[in-house]
């Protein structure tokens, strides 16, 4: 970790989020710095909502896409690497759960 909190190394950061989906999936998203974490969380509380409802309005029924945009926006946001685990497996790449948006799409 750098002087300044930055944590290079993600599958040591101590910025963690878990969160809980339907069907006991649960997820830790790994972040490189408190400020990642702080935007992460804030998106939770604010901002995720309003896109899902968006979506869910232009396709015109309630889509279970929870994961799938938190997985999304965390790529956007961590730029120092892509580290979470999914029910304990670990996840180094966006390309390792891309599968979902597939599912989404069938």
Known sequence: MTPNGVEYDLT??????????EDNIKIQFNFS???YLEKF??????IK????DKIN?????DLNIDFYLDATYYS????RGFY???NGEEK???NEISFISKLLIE
Not at 13 to 21: N, P, V
Not at 49 to 52: D, S, Y
């Open 57 to 61: 309005k232009y396709v015109g029924i």
């Open 41 to 46: 969380i804030n998106y939770l509380q604010t």
């Open 12 to 21: 040591k950061s101590k910025y963690i989020c878990r969160c809980s989906y």
């Open 84 to 86: 979470l685990k999914i």
């Open 92 to 94: 180094r790449s966006f």
């Open 76 to 79: 956007k946001l961590e730029k």
């Open 49 to 52: 909502k309003e896109r899902k």
């Open 33 to 35: 710095s408190k400020l």
